[in-house]
């Protein structure tokens, strides 16, 4: 049996209401394809840092590198709100060593990629990255991350899933078996995988471990 693999996600993925409309994006493949490999670790930005559900939707308002969290009717600023609650939730999550971690897609507090930052002069970038989403990434910049939206493209996908068993394999490594004899068998099993991608990036790796090509 494999060691399911323990990853992040927005908790509305999983069918939870937590959006601000009080619905949920509930996504079939996470839940009942790749959930058959993963430990999910649901995270809802934006009820826990305090909102309510329903409640009155946010954007991103400002500067595309550093935003506001702000309502978009009564314009009340979440910023403070949600970034404290952050700083205690990655200092959670550090605790539960994840190999990956999928966000919810257009969410400005989740999204990963293109989201809208609505600027002081009327403007409207799709350059923005969610608040929660931003600040995980700078935490852990080694663990995969993806949207959900995109993993409807197989491409991505299999790119995806394939750096989450790696980076599970790697960590397995970390925890038990940090020798040389350890990074040699690691190289020795992951062989085909790696010349799938680069026969020259094999023969360098295999030069800095010693392991014949």
Known sequence: ???????????????????????????????????????????????????????????????????????????????????????????????????????????????????????????VRKTGRGLFARAFTDRFPRIPVEEAGRLNDPGLRENFIENLFSFQRWRNLVDTNQTLGGLVDFHTRNKLLILSHSQEQYRKLGRLVKVDP
């Open 1 to 123: 049996m494999l060691e399911p693999i323990k990853l992040g996600i927005s908790s509305c993925l999983l069918g939870n209401r937590v959006r601000y409309d009080g619905n949920h994006s509930h996504d079939r493949f996470l839940t009942q394809t790749l959930g058959l490999f993963a430990e999910y670790v649901p995270v809802c930005p934006e009820v826990e840092c305090g909102m309510p559900v329903p409640r009155e939707s946010v954007r991103l308002v400002g500067a595309p590198e550093n935003p506001r969290l702000v309502t978009r009717e009564t314009g009340i600023d979440k910023t403070d709100q949600m970034k404290a609650w952050i700083e205690g939730r990655l200092k959670d999550l550090e605790k539960e060593n994840l190999c990956g971690f999928i966000f919810r897609s257009k969410s400005p507090s989740s999204g990963l990629y293109r989201i809208k930052v609505y600027g002081d002069d009327g403007t």
